[in-house]
């Protein structure tokens, strides 16, 4: 028996649809990777982009154990000397609550040529409305 190499013409996408509200951050982060790699298809190559498209709503009320509300603290820097700058997770909540699971998502994909592709596949939104009915999108529960 041979083993199967997917080519990148023979790619199917689908769109899947996770609702983040009271799903813990670590579990919706590696359940929305795993989509986004492809991994769980029967036909998953490593060096071929095989994965869907992950439509992600209520993303502001996603929960997060512990402390980590006051406690984590996300870094970005300007690039000029001293330009380091840091904010809590209740910040970044209040501000930009798409960018947590998106840099919690990212932090699980593997560090690659691929990942940038993949990462455009990955639609936040902070509230319950999103901009992908067209798709048709179908709906995915993290336990």
Known sequence: M????????????RWILIDAKDAPLGRLSTEIAKYL??????????????????VVINASE??????KEEAKIYYRHSGFPGGIKDATLKEVRE????RIIENAVKGMLPKNKL??????RLK???????????????KVEVK
């Open 2 to 13: 041979k083993t199967y190499s997917q080519k990148p013409t023979e790619v199917s996408r």
């Open 37 to 54: 790699i492809g991994k769980y298809k029967p036909s998953y190559t490593p060096h071929v982009d095989g994965g869907d498209y992950v």
């Open 62 to 67: 996603t929960v997060v154990t512990g402390n």
């Open 95 to 98: 501000k930009f609550p798409e």
């Open 115 to 120: 990942s940038a592709d993949r990462m455009q």
């Open 124 to 138: 936040v939104f902070a509230g319950s409305e999103h901009a992908h009915t067209a798709q048709t999108p179908e």
